[in-house]
Protein backbone atom coordinates (compact mmCIF):
# COMPACT_ATOMS: atom_id res chain seq x y z
CA UNK A 1 0.00 0.00 0.00
CA UNK A 2 0.86 3.47 -0.72
CA UNK A 3 2.10 5.53 1.67
CA UNK A 4 0.90 9.13 1.22
CA UNK A 5 4.48 10.52 2.43
CA UNK A 6 6.01 8.51 -0.88
CA UNK A 7 3.08 9.81 -3.35
CA UNK A 8 4.36 12.97 -5.76
CA UNK A 9 3.43 15.87 -4.75
CA UNK A 10 0.70 17.91 -6.37
CA UNK A 11 0.85 21.28 -7.42
CA UNK A 12 -1.46 24.34 -8.53
CA UNK A 13 -1.98 24.15 -12.10
CA UNK A 14 -0.01 27.44 -12.39
CA UNK A 15 3.39 26.05 -10.75
CA UNK A 16 3.51 23.32 -14.10
CA UNK A 17 2.97 24.39 -17.79
CA UNK A 18 2.95 20.86 -19.95
CA UNK A 19 2.85 22.84 -23.08
CA UNK A 20 6.13 24.28 -22.40
CA UNK A 21 7.51 21.25 -21.71
CA UNK A 22 6.21 19.32 -25.08
CA UNK A 23 7.50 22.84 -26.81
CA UNK A 24 10.93 22.30 -25.59
CA UNK A 25 10.86 18.52 -26.22
CA UNK A 26 9.67 18.64 -29.20
CA UNK A 27 11.93 21.33 -30.88
CA UNK A 28 14.49 18.89 -29.65
CA UNK A 29 13.11 16.12 -31.67
CA UNK A 30 12.85 18.54 -34.73
CA UNK A 31 16.40 19.70 -34.44
CA UNK A 32 18.83 17.90 -31.78
CA UNK A 33 21.46 20.58 -31.91
CA UNK A 34 19.25 22.50 -29.72
CA UNK A 35 19.85 20.68 -26.79
CA UNK A 36 22.93 21.83 -26.58
CA UNK A 37 21.65 25.96 -25.87
CA UNK A 38 19.45 24.32 -23.15
CA UNK A 39 22.14 21.74 -21.55
CA UNK A 40 23.58 25.05 -19.56
CA UNK A 41 20.45 25.22 -17.17
CA UNK A 42 17.45 22.72 -17.96
CA UNK A 43 17.83 19.69 -16.70
CA UNK A 44 15.38 16.52 -16.63
CA UNK A 45 14.20 17.21 -12.51
CA UNK A 46 12.94 21.04 -14.21
CA UNK A 47 10.65 19.11 -15.95
CA UNK A 48 7.08 19.22 -13.99
CA UNK A 49 5.65 16.52 -15.89
CA UNK A 50 7.67 12.64 -14.92
CA UNK A 51 6.92 10.81 -18.23
CA UNK A 52 8.81 14.23 -20.05
CA UNK A 53 12.04 14.42 -17.63
CA UNK A 54 12.35 10.60 -18.93
CA UNK A 55 11.93 11.77 -22.36
CA UNK A 56 14.69 15.01 -21.71
CA UNK A 57 16.94 12.29 -20.33
CA UNK A 58 16.54 9.85 -22.95
CA UNK A 59 17.50 12.66 -25.62
CA UNK A 60 20.50 13.96 -23.59
CA UNK A 61 21.81 10.41 -23.37
CA UNK A 62 20.97 9.15 -27.16
CA UNK A 63 22.65 12.38 -28.51
CA UNK A 64 25.73 11.96 -26.06
CA UNK A 65 25.83 8.44 -27.39
CA UNK A 66 24.57 8.04 -31.01
CA UNK A 67 24.98 12.11 -31.85
CA UNK A 68 21.38 12.00 -32.55
CA UNK A 69 17.87 11.25 -31.66
CA UNK A 70 14.71 10.60 -33.77
CA UNK A 71 11.22 9.51 -32.62
CA UNK A 72 12.32 5.99 -33.67
CA UNK A 73 15.23 5.53 -31.23
CA UNK A 74 13.65 7.44 -28.49
CA UNK A 75 10.93 5.09 -28.72
CA UNK A 76 13.37 1.86 -28.55
CA UNK A 77 15.48 3.86 -26.20
CA UNK A 78 12.18 3.99 -23.62
CA UNK A 79 10.25 0.45 -24.69
CA UNK A 80 10.53 -0.42 -21.11
CA UNK A 81 9.35 2.73 -19.50
CA UNK A 82 6.89 2.57 -17.55
CA UNK A 83 6.13 6.15 -16.82
CA UNK A 84 6.04 7.00 -20.55
CA UNK A 85 3.70 4.00 -21.20
CA UNK A 86 1.16 5.04 -18.99
CA UNK A 87 1.59 8.32 -20.19
CA UNK A 88 0.71 7.18 -24.02
CA UNK A 89 3.94 5.91 -25.28
CA UNK A 90 4.76 6.04 -28.63
CA UNK A 91 1.61 7.82 -28.81
CA UNK A 92 3.29 10.76 -26.31
CA UNK A 93 6.56 10.76 -28.70
CA UNK A 94 4.77 11.13 -31.58
CA UNK A 95 2.88 14.21 -30.64
CA UNK A 96 6.50 15.70 -29.16
CA UNK A 97 7.53 15.32 -32.83
CA UNK A 98 4.15 17.10 -34.10
CA UNK A 99 4.82 20.04 -31.87
CA UNK A 100 4.64 23.11 -34.22
CA UNK A 101 8.35 23.97 -34.64
CA UNK A 102 9.26 27.60 -32.96
CA UNK A 103 12.44 27.54 -32.85
CA UNK A 104 12.84 31.54 -31.14
CA UNK A 105 10.67 30.55 -28.40
CA UNK A 106 12.52 27.07 -27.12
CA UNK A 107 14.59 28.96 -24.73
CA UNK A 108 11.60 30.92 -23.04
CA UNK A 109 9.71 28.11 -22.88
CA UNK A 110 12.95 26.25 -21.24
CA UNK A 111 13.33 29.37 -18.95
CA UNK A 112 9.74 29.22 -18.01
CA UNK A 113 9.90 25.35 -17.24
CA UNK A 114 12.94 25.92 -15.34
CA UNK A 115 11.77 29.34 -13.02
CA UNK A 116 8.82 26.47 -12.44
CA UNK A 117 10.54 24.31 -11.11
CA UNK A 118 12.40 26.91 -8.48
CA UNK A 119 8.27 27.67 -7.44
CA UNK A 120 7.03 24.25 -7.03
CA UNK A 121 10.33 24.22 -4.74
CA UNK A 122 9.66 26.92 -3.02
CA UNK A 123 5.95 25.89 -2.88
CA UNK A 124 7.31 22.63 -0.64
CA UNK A 125 9.47 24.20 1.45
CA UNK A 126 7.34 26.52 2.58
CA UNK A 127 4.31 23.56 2.94
CA UNK A 128 7.11 21.68 4.94
CA UNK A 129 8.00 24.50 7.26
CA UNK A 130 4.19 25.43 7.91
CA UNK A 131 3.62 21.27 8.85
CA UNK A 132 6.71 21.02 11.02
CA UNK A 133 4.97 23.81 13.04
CA UNK A 134 1.69 25.00 11.92
CA UNK A 135 1.12 27.19 15.66
CA UNK A 136 4.32 29.14 16.06
CA UNK A 137 5.06 32.73 15.53
CA UNK A 138 5.10 33.79 11.66
CA UNK A 139 7.86 36.14 12.24
CA UNK A 140 9.93 32.75 13.52
CA UNK A 141 8.66 30.74 10.54
CA UNK A 142 9.53 33.40 8.13
CA UNK A 143 13.01 33.85 9.87
CA UNK A 144 13.57 29.55 9.10
CA UNK A 145 12.14 30.00 5.81
CA UNK A 146 14.77 32.89 4.82
CA UNK A 147 17.54 30.09 6.62
CA UNK A 148 16.22 27.10 4.10
CA UNK A 149 16.21 29.57 1.08
CA UNK A 150 19.13 31.14 1.18
Given amino acids: M ?5 AAPT ?3 SLQNENAERLVLGAILHDNSILDSLLTFLSQEHFAFVPHSHVYDACQ ?8 VDSA ?3 QSLEYDETLADAGGAALISSLEQ ?3 AQDSVRDAAHMIVDLHLKR ?4 I ?16 IEALERQIF
Fill in 11 to 13: FHP
Fill in 73 to 75: TLM
Fill in 121 to 124: ELFQ
Fill in 99 to 101: MPM
Fill in 126 to 141: VNRSLEAAPWGSAIDE
Fill in 61 to 68: RLISERGA
Fill in 2 to 6: NDQKD
